[in-house]
């Protein structure tokens, strides 16, 4: 399974807008932090993007990423799902090529036409309900097939597969009950090296025990870490230390990191322990 991160900062992105911070004005591309998301791809080929965040077109086109077969969301905080018009671009990749002549509701000039194909996107009821509200347009009412607006099956399952990798959902809190996801490559789950199992909380201010049980041991924690002081929604340094501390992943990456610290700053804070801070770009392969 390799694992990108698209994005690793706070909903409003480091730089911030408008801030000559050091942070905001840092010459190392490590300190520049777009929203966060990411990019799985299993080892027999299906790949596919955890939440759609505003960058999501910009950091598909510097990574090269071109195939995506289905989209799993954390949560419907703009931050997270506001590029998800560009789900339209793998439509059409995805689509299939529908010969067409003069007179054919598809005709438009062009003796075919490329068709989307539905892709299914993975999240909470919830969240699928508010997805339908903040994009109207995606409903199957209407709208024409893939051409303008993103052709979507939600699913709300807790559990599947994609390819060969199983997901399944984690039950959080963010001031409303939130998730992540764990991603398991089938068949590897026991080998002692590479990454076999990523658990992916970007958004959360607490972990019930049960969940905190569903992630002991993985390969990887993925967490979110705010800053260093206390958050009502999002985890603190101290929180996030702890949590890993009882996960026991063999290594974790913290996300959703705002502009009080440099990455080098992070790292400092975080010598001598299983963790570094992520940053945009940064790619794990097993
Ligand atoms: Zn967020
Ligand atoms: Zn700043
Ligand atoms: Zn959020």
């Known amino acids: 399974m390799k694992f990108r991160f698209l994005g690793t900062g706070t909903s409003v992105g480091v730089p911030q807008i408008g801030c000559t911070c050091r942070v905001c004005t840092s010459a190392d591309p490590r300190d520049r932090r777009r929203r966060c998301g990411a990019y799985v791809t299993s080892a ?14 910009l950091a598909c086109i510097e990574y090269g990423i071109s195939k995506v077969d289905a989209v799993v969301l954390t949560h419907a905080h703009m931050d997270h799902i506001a590029g998800f018009d560009d789900v339209r671009r793998f439509n059409t990749i995805n689509g299939t090529r529908v010969p067409c002549k003069p007179g054919d509701p598809l005709y438009r000039g062009l003796p075919y036409r490329i068709v989307g194909k539905p ?6 009821e919830r969240t699928v309900e508010q997805m339908h ?21 939600f699913s709300s399952a807790d559990a599947f597969s994609i390819g060969s990798v199983s997901v399944e959902r984690l039950k959080v809190e963010h001031s409303f009950p939130c998730c992540g996801y764990v991603f398991r490559e089938e068949g590897k789950a026991k080998r002692e090296e590479g990454v076999a199992s990523i658990a992916y909380i970007s958004d959360c201010h607490e972990i019930p025990d049960e969940t905190i049980e569903k992630m002991l041991g993985v390969d990887v924690m993925v967490l979110n870490c705010l800053r260093e002081r206390p958050h009502p929604t999002h985890l603190s340094l101290e929180n996030a230390l702890a949590y890993i501390a009882r996960i026991a992943p063999k290594k974790a990456y913290l996300v959703h990191m705002c502009h009080d610290l440099t990455h080098e700053e992070w790292l400092a804070r975080l010598a001598g322990t299983n963790v570094e801070p992520a940053y945009d ?4 392969k097993g």
Do not use: H, Q, W
């Open 44 to 57: 027999g080929g299906p790949s596919f993007l955890v939440d759609t965040p505003p960058e999501m077109r």
């Open 119 to 124: 892709m299914t996107c993975y999240a909470m």
């Open 133 to 153: 509200t903040i994009f109207p347009y995606i409903s199957a009412k209407g709208g024409e097939n893939g051409l303008f607006r993103p052709m979507i099956e």
């Open 281 to 284: 770009g940064l790619e794990l």
